[in-house]
C-alpha cells in the first residue's frame, strides 16, 4: 500500500486494556511485523478458517493428538527393535534348526538297519577290549605302586636335602673340614638307604 491508499482507507479503532496491549505487543515482537499488521492477519486468518476464537482447544487437541500419535509410533518401533525383530530371528533360526533335526532323524532311521548288524561286530569287539581292559588295569596298578614309591623317595630325598642345607648354613669360618666331610657324608649315607 502506498500513501495515497492509506490516506484513503478509512480507520476505525478498537479499545483494548493494557493486558491485551502487552500480549499484542509481545506478538508482533515476535513475528517482528507491526500491530495493525498482525490485527489485520488475525481477523484474515479467522474469517478465511471459520474458527471461533473462543474454541482454542481445536489446536492444542490437534497438537496433543499428533504429539500422542508420535509416542505410539516411537513406542511401537522400539518394541519392534527390542521385541518383534529378536524374536522374528530366533523364529527363522529355530524352524532352520527344526528342519535340520527332521533331516537328521531321516538319516537316523536309514542307518538303523546298518546299525544293528554293527552292533553284533561290536559285541564281539567288546569282548576282547574288555579281557585288554583287565590286562591294562593290572599294569596301571602297578604303574600307581611305582609312582608312589618314587614320590615318597621324593620326599625323603628333599629332606635329607634341606637337612644337609641347614647344617651347612649352620657351619661358620672356624668349623674344621672334618666336620664338613662327616656331613657330606652322613647326607650319602642316607641317600644310599633310600
Not at 668349623?175 to 652322613?186: G, N, Q, V, W
Request: no cysteine; charged share 30%.
Amino acid at each position: 500500500m502506498n500513501n495515497e491508499e492509506l490516506k484513503m482507507e478509512t480507520l476505525r479503532t478498537i479499545k483494548y486494556n493494557a493486558q491485551i496491549a502487552v500480549k499484542m505487543d509481545k506478538i508482533a515482537q515476535k513475528l517482528g511485523r507491526p500491530n495493525r499488521l498482525i490485527f489485520t492477519q488475525m481477523v484474515d486468518y479467522f474469517f478465511r478458517s471459520k474458527k471461533d476464537p473462543l474454541d482454542i482447544n481445536d489446536e492444542l487437541l490437534k497438537n496433543t493428538l499428533l504429539k500422542q500419535h508420535k509416542d505410539y509410533i516411537g513406542f511401537i518401533k522400539t518394541q519392534e527393535n527390542d521385541l518383534l525383530i529378536p524374536i522374528k530371528r530366533e523364529v527363522d533360526r529355530m524352524t532352520g534348526a527344526q528342519l535340520d533335526i527332521n533331516n537328521l532323524l531321516k538319516e537316523l532311521e536309514k542307518k538303523s538297519g546298518t546299525l544293528a548288524s554293527g552292533q553284533n561286530e561290536l559285541l564281539s569287539a567288546g569282548k576282547n577290549y574288555s579281557s585288554k581292559l583287565s590286562n591294562t588295569d593290572e599294569i596301571l596298578k602297578s604303574i600307581l605302586v611305582k609312582l608312589s614309591t618314587r614320590e615318597q623317595l621324593k620326599k625323603q630325598f628333599l629332606y635329607i636335602l634341606g637337612t644337609y642345607i641347614k647344617s651347612r648354613d649352620a657351619f661358620s669360618m672356624m668349623t674344621s673340614a672334618k666336620e664338613k666331610e662327616d656331613l657330606i657324608r652322613i647326607a650319602k649315607n642316607q641317600i644310599d638307604l633310600l
